[in-house]
């Protein structure tokens, strides 16, 4: 029995019932087809998976990976370009360098705040993160003028360039 194209795609938004159909209709295939089909179907599951996770350093400094770039890691001593939106926890907005010129700084040098320095550090050029920044890794000597000094910041940077 052939299924309406409607109820075949209710059963692909929902993740796990589409791969449980999949391994269901897999008996009645050829072994080659099966295999690839299992094979699609575990690379799928485990790339769904991992999206999204939230990746937390030793230091407190949580991230997590929106968009992956390519090219060699940034590290310290090199001068990275990034665009950042900076906002608290309740999504106000701090700061936002998008739609204009990049902040460009030496990475490891403290010339940004330290979660900013470590959560760019191990980036490629075009990978965007979530930063969460605890307050320790926030401090500065001034805050903006709706920033509670003492607050968690969230901070979506982008690398846009990297150089020796």
């Known amino acids: 029995m052939v299924e309406p194209a409607r109820l075949r795609y209710r059963r692909a938004r929902d993740s796990a019932r589409w791969c449980t159909l999949i391994l269901r209709r897999q008996t009645s295939m050829p072994p080659v087809l099966r295999h690839a089909l299992t094979t699609l179907t575990l690379v799928l599951g485990v790339a769904c998976a991992s999206r999204g ?20 890691e940034a590290v310290s001593g090199q001068r990275v370009s990034i665009h950042e939106t900076t906002t608290l926890p309740n999504g106000t907005l701090i700061y936002s360098s998008r739609g ?6 030496q990475l490891g040098a403290g010339q940004v ?7 760019v550090t191990g980036m ?4 965007r993160r979530l930063l969460i920044v605890p307050p320790a890794l926030s401090r500065r000597t001034s805050y903006p003028a709706n920033t509670p000094p003492d607050s968690v910041l969230h901070i979506d940077v982008e690398l846009m360039q990297i150089r020796p």
Do not use: W
């Not at 705040?113 to 959560?119: A, E, L, N, S």
């Open 53 to 72: 996770r939230v990746t937390e350093l030793p230091n407190g400094l949580r991230y997590r990976v929106l968009a992956t770039g390519r090219g060699a």
């Open 100 to 105: 204009g010129n990049p902040i460009t700084f």
């Open 113 to 119: 705040i330290t979660g900013v320095d470590q959560g």
């Open 124 to 127: 490629r050029v075009g990978e």
